[in-house]
């Protein structure tokens, strides 16, 4: 860890802090020309089904999508807490690398505080989570160690960033999500650089095998968040006769969109430490649809 630095980053996060209350402007209503989520990340999109449905339809198919996406946010952060509250016990109270992780996690808990208060700004309702999801959520966070969690967590952040980057810099958005935005990836960038500090202490020490472990509790990770986004109550919830074929066809295109858009970064940070192997390339092609 380069101690100058991380005692930078601490001066930062205390003398300019980015306090949702009054950066976003909460008090601004969605303009009739603005919309929740850029088509190209909405689901149906590139479908001929697409070009069938109403503009209110293809409205509220990006604000309920976008639900989904910003409640996969708060899960991520939340479970990246967890991990930083497991690594806080493993260290000094003076140490500068704990000092950092609390500032962190006042952050990370601001955050959700902010996902959660867009979702009730554009009248959101999350549809709960299946009954594998809430298993494998409780699983890994009580029974993954400290490192394996640390991989998870990261991976969810790294879609957060991608989603978080078409939305903010499209004009088309709603001001407070373009703004929450904002926000978040501010204070992920400061988040990130101690991030890849902390990822060369686990992957100097890992092994092939090892690296194989990381490489799939990231794939698994990504797939559980992906599963978030598509659900068939939402075709319902939008108008569209058959929401059960709906479903299967919008699966399989955001399978391939999710995969030409949202992994480039991620594949990369899992190749620059080995995390891309004989044992894992193919599980990344077969479950995620990736190109490498």
Known sequence: ?????????????????????????????????????????????????????????????????????????????CLFCLFMTRHLLTLPADNVEHRFLLRELIEEFRHQ?????????????????????KFIGHFSNKYLPADYLFMGSVSVELVTDVYGNYTRKNPQVYQVLR????????????????????????SAKAGYIKRTLYSYVILLNIYFVRTMYVKREIYERIGMENPDKVYELASKNF??????????????????????????????RWVLGAKV
């Open 1 to 77: 860890m380069d101690v100058k630095e991380i005692e930078r980053l601490i001066k930062i996060s205390k003398e300019h802090p980015l306090m949702p209350e009054t950066y976003i402007p909460w008090h601004e209503q969605p303009k009739p020309e603005e919309i929740f989520l850029p088509e190209i990340l909405t689901s149906l999109q590139g479908l001929d089904i697409y070009n069938t449905l109403t503009d209110t339809q293809k409205l509220e198919l990006g604000r309920h999508e976008l639900v989904q996406v910003i409640a996969s946010y708060a899960w991520g952060e």
């Open 113 to 133: 505080e902010m996902f959660t208060q867009a979702i009730m700004q554009i009248s959101g309702k999350p549809i709960k989570q299946s009954g594998m999801h």
């Open 179 to 202: 703004k929450m935005f904002d926000l978040h990836n501010i204070e992920e960038a400061r988040h990130i650089l101690f991030t890849k500090s902390l990822l060369k202490t686990y």
């Open 255 to 284: 399978k391939q969109k999710f995969a030409d858009k949202c992994l480039h970064d991620i594949i990369e940070f899992v190749d620059s430490w080995k995390g891309l192997n004989n044992a894992t390339r193919w599980a990344w």
